[in-house]
């Protein structure tokens, strides 16, 4: 069966540091790929979404970026973290755009 | 806006009682889609709906869409404590090829025991 693990569950950063969210699956190939940034009770805002590696589609401008080095692995970063950083960022895939997205646990960063 | 809206914000009802949310578009859908969240956990898929489809279950749940309204509802009947969760819509925008899902903002359902 397929699984989606995203890590660390919590981080706490100071504003201007770096950030890498690492989010990887298992159990399926070339899924595609979601990032989502939720603000406190607040719906999800797509952030990124890759429907292959190295490709990249990003929705909002921000200080955020997001990478896919291999076919199960997305990752989030940012070189200088805001204090609008801050939030719950869940990780999604789905075996096709037209179908259901599956989503990890989330993590909860704080940006101080 | 393209996001959806589900009504009502927040809803507490006693346990046994009929939950219902509703959640409106202003596109043309694809499917909708009913995702639950626990408190600070990720989502999880409950149901999907097509746009050429107007009812559909799951155990408690019962999913309605009307496309002439633009309108779909949650139903869960016999409610349970542990139904206690946020419940959004999510739906395909019919032009979004790359399947990027437009999510509401939410209903929180309490249900008191």
């Known amino acids: 069966s397929q699984t989606i693990h995203q890590w660390p569950a919590t981080l706490v950063q100071p504003v201007g540091s770096p950030l890498s969210l690492e989010c990887t699956v298992e159990g399926t190939s070339n899924p595609n790929l979601y990032w989502y940034r939720q603000a406190a009770g607040r719906g999800l805002q797509l952030l990124f979404y890759s429907v292959g590696i190295g490709q990249i589609s990003s929705e909002v401008p921000q200080n955020l970026s997001a990478s896919r080095p291999q076919d199960r692995q997305f990752i989030l970063s940012s070189k200088k973290l805001l204090l609008s950083d801050s939030g719950f960022y869940l990780c999604?895939?789905?075996?096709?755009?037209?179908?259901?997205?599956?989503f990890g646990p989330g993590t909860r960063l704080l940006v101080l | 806006s393209q996001q959806g809206e589900e009504d009502p914000q927040a809803l507490s009802i006693q346990e046994g009682e009929n939950a219902t949310m509703n959640c409106s578009y202003k596109t043309s859908i694809n499917n909708l889609q009913w995702y639950r969240q626990n408190s600070g956990r990720g989502l999880v898929h409950l149901i999907l709906i097509r746009s050429n489809e107007r009812e559909k279950h799951s155990g408690r749940l019962r999913v309605t869409l009307d496309t002439s309204k633009k309108s779909s509802s949650l139903l869960i009947t016999a409610s349970r404590a542990a139904d206690t969760a946020s419940y959004f819509c999510a739906f395909l925008d019919y032009g979004g090829s790359q399947g990027n899902l437009i999510f509401g903002k939410g209903t929180k359902l309490s249900v008191k025991p």
């Open positions: 999604a895939w789905s075996p096709s755009p037209q179908e259901t997205q599956y």
